[in-house]
């Protein structure tokens, strides 16, 4: 399958945007990843039925956006790959929830059609957020915040080690896969008895190469600890940043924004 | 397999966060504790491998499909349980980041499904009484089919408890559990044959590499029994809860399928053991789906209710929908516009 | 100085499976000596390097590194001593950036950061790799990753430098550059290599290995002259010596 080996290409993409600069890439790492977990908690506690009440949660999104300098395109890019499950689970909804329960305009929607787009915009709002997080921190700089936020250390040393021998293994992965392709007759595919020799001598070079990088280790004094570097510091418009964001996103909780927002509309028309 | 945050209450996400960042800490804290050499760079190209291993995709025989390979077993087996799952959480994380398997909140949840049940259940409980000191291929392949099964089996169950009591997804439990449990199964099988073919490799080719694990499993040795209890009563829980969260609120239900299995009982006219067994296994994976629909109508009207309420009439909160968006744009576009001045 | 000589003594060592791979290995390197050790592929030029830091252990024989036996106990003393460049640069790059890459070594000796900061700053100049301070290791070239990996040994300052085929795979520039850093540092080289045209630019000495046994040690220039012995090995003369009346000397630096 293509689309997973072009998943390398795309960390790459991330890594490129992270390392541009912007307003939103100078906030502290902590702040950002603070508020992105808060809106993904709050998110997930809508009402089943919800759909106008995200709305402004919307604005966190667009912003950082802006904010981050990073292209619409690069995020809807992103979430493409994920959408076919989340509509596969979601379609569920519409097709066991047939009562109706809200007319608009004379059509009546199915409380699963509500539900249904809920799910969707649950999907785009919190991917989203998570996509523009890492397109203007960097994975580095993100897990130098987990550390500092008490995230087990040999957890962080992993995310960080792993991270760095992505690609080169999905590299190797790449050139077996094409040997193969090549001596097979154009087949994709490997036959499965095949695989299992295959994987192993793929696994027995990782692990050949995993002793000889600790072997670097210790050849330059290694005792246990991988040094973890942050240089970031906390300022008063990261407080602001956090602070205003969680007002914003327990308002929108709270009170239903484009309910009242609709109501008084129509008030003043009227 | 990945759990998705849109389908994902805060309480079951949340509380399957807390539940995976308690065990990541105590295996970072077990690994810390380990005198010799640092797992750390082993772990990492590991981790790595897995994400490589599923770029090679093998034709699934007889059903003109292709799988990869999971990793979590194959893991376990390298590393020993504490470090192949912190792993495979590192594995887990970087998906969740970067290619928006699952998502943030679900990332406890996949740490879980993918990551607890093939190293902490599977490999101790399954794999490593079965293949004895691995000597023998074929106890090894059938320790892993099994094993691979079981960890798929837990895992299939476990998305389907946490979509259920989520409600946000309104899939009927009995029915999505039909719909996963035998695909992850058959998953589960091919999964184990090629880790047992991939370990036979490794224990030929270079046999000191297995022995890694075998060092870090000595400091597990020495508390088996309690082990092994915490973990069974783990399951336990995990299945008694989804059933009886069910039982509990419709005995009607039950009521109705207990007299249909008395009436079978009295229809076949043979009181035979096996017979009941079957009968009452029936009545149970009929009465399911009746259940979580009659469930969902309730919760349903309750919810709709709610939320017909919370709208005021549809027109004003669509109306403002529209506006709080458009107003979320243009604020976008103003910041844009305005960073660019500044450039 | 004599506390920096590297002995070698009736070295033996098998391979997990039970291969021979080194039979009786006998040298003696002194201080400020640039030494090549040459032979076919598996002739165990990389298992004799391994020994010189400790990371392979000898099934008898012993291997000294100045006044230190190379024991698992004084394992941290000679990796101060010996500083080892791998075959894959890849292995040695493991750090989210090369700053953190070529400071991990002087960190680990326990020097305070401003210290630090000063060896990196040193190393990365001395290889020319200055501009790549903040670059992750994935997105370096072949040749940065190289030089970059020869930096994050120079940063510990090491009295000894192991190189395992320091030039495989690198340009022209790239290889002439390394050439260069080789000649220009002070102290011990010992460098396993197939460019033996590497080997007559900056070794005096050279050691054949063959299947395992030291088969010649000493002056390179007799060496590469003696075609039956590099026959023997498996090898030929540099390059730039075949087919050359003037023996190599004209492009000799």
Redesign the interface.
Same mark, same amino acid.
């Given at each position: 399958m293509t689309a997973r080996s072009e998943r390398i290409r795309t960390v790459d993409e991330f890594d490129l945007l992270a390392a541009a600069d912007s307003p939103l890439h100078a906030i502290d790492p902590r702040a950002k990843l603070l508020t992105v977990l808060l809106a993904v908690a709050v998110i997930a506690s809508y009402p089943r039925h919800t759909v106008a009440g995200m709305a402004p949660l919307f604005l966190l999104p667009a912003a950082w956006l802006a904010l981050g300098r990073v292209p619409l395109g690069f995020v809807l890019r992103r979430l493409l790959p994920a959408l076919p499950f989340v509509l596969l689970m979601a379609i569920f909804n519409p097709l066991i929830d047939r009562a109706p329960l809200v007319e608009a305009g004379g059509i009546a929607l199915s409380g699963g059609w509500i539900s249904f787009a809920s799910i969707l915009l649950r999907f785009l709002l919190g991917m989203s957020l998570a996509i523009l997080l890492v397109a203007c921190t960097g994975f580095n700089t993100l897990c130098s915040a987990l550390l500092r936020l008490h995230a087990p250390r040999v957890f962080v040393v992993q995310l960080l080690l792993l991270y760095r021998y992505i690609f080169l293994l999905a590299d190797e992965a790449r050139r077996v896969r094409l040997a193969y392709a090549l001596r097979s007759g154009g087949e994709r595919a490997v036959a499965l008895p095949v695989a299992g020799s295959m994987l192993g001598q793929l696994l027995l070079r990782v692990m050949g190469r995993g002793q000889r990088i600790h072997q670097a280790m210790l050849g330059r004094g290694f005792t246990g600890d991988l040094p973890v570097r942050h240089t970031f510091r906390w300022h008063r418009r990261d407080t602001l940043f956090l602070l205003g964001w969680a007002v914003w996103i327990i308002l929108a909780r709270a009170v239903n924004i484009p309910d009242q927002l609709g109501l008084f509309v129509i008030k003043a028309l009227a | 397999m990945?759990m998705?945050?849109?389908?994902?209450?805060?309480a079951v996400?949340?509380g399957m966060w807390v539940a995976a960042a308690a065990l990541?800490?105590r295996?970072?804290?077990k690994?810390?504790s380990q005198p010799s050499?640092?797992l750390?760079?082993?772990?990492?190209?590991?981790?790595? =491998?897995v994400?490589?291993?599923?770029?090679?995709?093998?034709?699934?025989?007889g059903t003109g499909s292709?799988g990869?390979?999971g990793g979590g077993l194959l893991l376990a087996i390298?590393l020993g349980p504490h470090a192949a799952f912190?792993?495979l959480?590192?594995?887990l994380?970087?998906q969740?980041?970067?290619?928006?398997?699952g998502?943030?909140?679900a990332l406890g949840c996949n740490m879980i499904n993918l990551g607890v049940f093939p190293c902490y259940i599977a490999y101790p409980l399954i794999y490593r009484p079965l293949a004895g000191d691995g000597s023998s291929p074929s106890r090894r392949l059938a320790a892993c089919i099994i094993a691979s099964m079981a960890g798929m089996a837990m895992g299939a169950f476990a998305v389907v408890a946490e979509?259920g009591l989520s409600?946000?997804?309104?899939?009927?439990v009995g029915a999505f559990i039909l719909l996963m449990v035998p695909i992850h199964l058959t998953i589960g099988l091919?999964e184990g $044959?090629?880790t047992a073919?991939?370990i036979?490799?490794?224990s030929r080719?270079?046999p000191?590499?297995l022995t890694v694990a075998n060092r870090m499993d000595r400091t597990r040795q020495s508390r088996p029994v309690r082990r092994v209890a915490v973990c069974l009563l783990g399951v336990a829980l995990l299945t008694g809860g989804l059933l009886s969260s069910f039982a509990s609120e419709n005995p009607d239900g039950l009521e109705w399928s207990i007299e249909k299995m008395t009436g079978k009982k009295e229809i076949d006219g043979i009181g035979h053991p096996i017979h009941t067994a079957l009968a009452s296994l029936q009545s149970k994976t009929s009465f399911m789906p009746d259940y979580d =629909?009659r469930k969902?109508d309730a919760a349903?009207k309750d919810?709709?209710r709610?939320?017909?309420a919370?709208?005021?009439t549809?027109?004003?909160?669509?109306? $403002?929908?529209?506006?709080?968006?458009l107003?979320? $744009?243009g604020?976008?576009?103003?910041?844009?516009l305005r960073?660019r001045k500044h450039l | 100085m004599s506390h920096h000589i590297v002995e070698v003594d009736g070295l033996n060592y098998r391979y997990p499976d039970g291969t021979p791979a080194l039979h009786e290995i006998r040298f003696t390197i002194r201080h400020g000596e640039a030494v090549a050790i040459i032979g076919a592929n598996g002739a165990g030029k990389s298992t004799l390097l391994r020994h010189l830091t400790g990371i392979l252990v000898p099934a008898s024989g012993n291997v000294r590194v100045g006044d230190c036996p190379v024991l698992p106990s004084t394992l941290r003393q000679v990796r101060r001593t010996v500083g080892m460049v791998f075959q894959d640069a890849d292995d040695q790059l493991f750090m989210p950036t090369v700053y953190e890459d070529v400071a991990f070594g002087p960190a680990n000796q326990g020097l305070p950061p401003p210290d630090v900061e000063k060896r990196v700053a040193d190393a990365l100049a001395t290889v020319g790799c200055s501009h790549l301070r903040d670059r992750p290791p994935y997105r370096l070239s072949g040749g940065e990753k190289r030089a970059v990996a020869i930096a994050t040994v120079l940063a510990m300052i090491p009295d000894i430098l192991v190189m395992d085929e320091p030039t495989a795979g690198l340009d022209a520039r790239a290889r002439r550059h390394c050439i260069g850093l080789l000649k220009a540092f002070a102290h011990t080289r010992i460098v396993a290599t197939h460019d033996l045209d590497l080997a007559l630019d900056v070794c005096e000495r050279v050691i054949i290995l063959h299947e395992g046994r030291v088969e010649a040690d000493g002056a390179a220039q007799a060496i590469f002259r003696d075609t039956a012995l590099l026959e023997r090995c498996h090898l030929e003369p540099p390059l730039r010596m075949q087919g050359c009346p003037c023996g190599g000397k004209l492009g000799a630096a």
């Open positions: - | 990945h998705a945050d849109a389908l994902l209450s805060p996400g949340g990541s800490a295996a970072s804290v690994l810390r050499e640092s750390a760079p082993m772990m990492a190209v590991l981790g790595a =491998f994400f490589a291993a599923q770029m090679i995709n093998f034709s699934i025989p292709s990869h390979l390298l912190l792993a959480a590192s594995v994380t970087i969740a980041l970067f290619f928006a398997d998502g943030l909140l979509t409600g946000i997804s309104e899939l009927p091919i $044959g090629v073919t991939v036979g490799f490794i080719a270079q000191e590499l =629909f969902d349903d919810d709709a709610e939320s017909a919370k709208t005021g549809s027109l004003a909160g669509v109306l $403002g929908a529209c506006m709080t968006l107003l979320a $744009g604020v976008g576009l103003f910041l844009r960073s | -």
